[in-house]
């Protein structure tokens, strides 16, 4: 009853004019920045982060709330029209969805997404309201030991879930830590990484190294594929979204298999909303070939609506992940932490205590969010289809513009840009030779966390490493370690033996 007082309270700041105008432009801006193919949810995060800086902590937060869930239509958007994308959340949905498309059922898809990533939010937003003191509060049961065991958990989940190959998942979160090492270390005073350049005494900001890798690695691709033919829109893009009752019905149960898949993967750092898609997929395929007349690979709505929720549903717990815990599950949640921390504000348990006037208006503008997305997008999203027909160079030229001028106003010191340079180089590589992203944004992030918080529980228990291991927390951490890494290999070796067959 606490929690529905509070939110209530949250809605009397967020249903404010002035910070309903900020949520209706992160929904605006997130989804514009969405539906361009490549770039994707976390890119919109990235990208805006510094346009907020101007802004108090709660207007910045109710922003990104419209951005967070904006960013995740828009993926879903140019993945139905175009079949492209804009992040590995859509992937799954491009399949049925784009087939739709294809078919002239566009509107129909648009609108199956689109209901789909409200039911997925809404439902996960609930949970998130009711439970995130709760995990607050058992997150005050957690010392150096347990969140260096989660932050464990977290990297090796990531690497090998994420990736085709587990031998790049590692190498990319290996890239991420030692970004996130480069500067002075704060307990010894030793220069690492810094090659006696001043200016990197500091470390390497984490806005630097967001737009970089997502931004400008995303430029240098598209650059180096010039030449490739740029996608066109569907024949049936054009019209207003709508379902019919018998549609409706056929996809409302995809939707609410969707949000079971994504509800727990909220909590669960394995780097984002890929896996519960997935299966979320897997499964309405699965049940599609016990039908008389099946659907998979004829456009079927439920191989839509079934992602779609799974996506969205993810999305929403992994806020109450980040805001309870302060452990971000997914890239776009490690820029929202980036984020917090750039106003002075560490998520965790303490977060709703000192600063519930933030908190309970952010989570109250998730809501409203969710509610300006139906409303923007329903009607209207097949016209984000005409941004394709800006011609690349005039587009990408103008992200490259953006990322420059973000960039130097949060910090003023040319060495950002020529760093910002040489990591949208190393974006450009991963992307190149098929390394995942996820994994590095992890590494980055909570690179820091892991090293604090294995030093801590060393000295506090006079150097013996059992400490490392003494907690029944941590045993089922690493319980739940060994059960991931045991189920990918098997998997990877499963789909090693069906190649060879």
Not at 112 to 132: E, K, N, Q, R, S
Not at 165 to 176: A, E, N, Q, T
Not at 453 to 476: D, F, H, K, P, Q
């Amino acid at each position: 009853m606490e929690s529905l007082n509070l939110l209530m309270e949250g809605f009397g700041q967020a249903l404010t004019p002035i910070n309903l105008l900020w949520v209706f432009l992160g929904a605006l801006l997130g989804t514009a920045v969405g539906v361009l193919p490549g770039l994707g949810s976390s890119m919109a995060v990235a990208l805006l982060l510094p346009v907020t800086f101007s802004l108090d902590p709660t207007a910045a937060f109710i922003m990104f709330a419209g951005v967070y869930f904006g960013g995740l239509f828009g993926d879903s958007t140019m993945a139905i029209l175009v079949n492209t994308p804009g992040g590995a959340t859509a992937i799954a949905t491009s399949f049925e969805g784009h087939r739709m498309a294809q078919l002239g059922r566009a509107p129909q898809a648009l609108a199956t997404a689109a209901i789909g990533a409200f039911l997925g939010g809404l439902v996960a937003t609930t949970i998130v309201v009711f439970f995130a003191p709760v995990l607050a509060e058992l997150a005050l049961f957690f010392g150096p030991a347990e969140y260096f065991a989660l932050a464990l958990f977290a990297f090796l989940a990531t690497a090998s879930v994420v990736s085709d190959s587990v031998i790049r998942g590692l190498v990319s979160l290996m890239i991420g830590l030692i970004l996130a090492v480069v500067g002075i270390d704060g307990i010894s005073g030793t220069q690492r990484f810094t090659s006696g350049v001043p200016e990197l005494f500091d470390g390497i900001s984490i806005i630097v190294i967001t737009v970089g890798v997502l931004a400008l690695g995303e430029v240098f691709k598209v650059a180096y594929e010039r030449h490739q033919p740029q996608p066109t829109v569907g024949k049936g893009a054009a019209g207003r979204p709508f379902l019919s009752l018998r549609e409706f019905k056929e996809a409302l149960p995809a939707w609410l298999r969707g949000t079971a898949f994504g509800v727990p993967f909220g909590v669960i750092p394995v780097g984002g909303a890929e896996v519960p898609t997935f299966m979320a997929y897997g499964t309405e395929r699965r049940l599609d070939r016990r039908r008389r007349n099946p659907q998979f690979g004829k456009g079927a709505i439920r191989g839509v609506a079934g992602p779609e929720a799974a996506g969205n549903a993810t999305a929403g717990t992994a806020m109450g992940a980040l805001l309870a815990m302060g452990l971000p599950t997914s890239a776009t949640a490690a820029i929202m932490l980036a984020a917090f921390q750039q106003y002075g504000l560490q998520p965790g348990p303490m977060l709703f205590e000192r600063n519930a006037d933030l908190v309970w208006p952010l989570l109250a503008s998730l809501f409203i969010g969710l509610v300006v997305l139906l409303i923007l997008n329903l009607p209207f999203a097949p016209l984000w289809a005409k941004l394709l027909l800006v011609p690349r160079h005039y587009l990408y030229a103008a992200i490259t513009m953006f990322c420059g001028l973000g960039v130097y106003a949060t910090s003023a010191a040319v060495t950002d840009l020529l760093l910002v340079l040489a990591i949208g180089f190393v974006g450009f590589l991963m992307r190149r030779f098929d390394v995942p992203i996820a994994p590095l944004m992890i590494g980055v992030i909570l690179g820091p966390l892991a090293e604090t918080s294995l030093r801590n529980a060393l000295l506090s228990s006079g150097g013996e490493v059992s400490i490392l291991w003494s907690s029944s927390i941590t045993w089922v951490l690493y319980g739940l370690m060994a059960a991931v890494l045991i189920v990918t290999a098997w998997r990877r070796l499963r789909q090693t033996k069906e190649r060879d067959i």
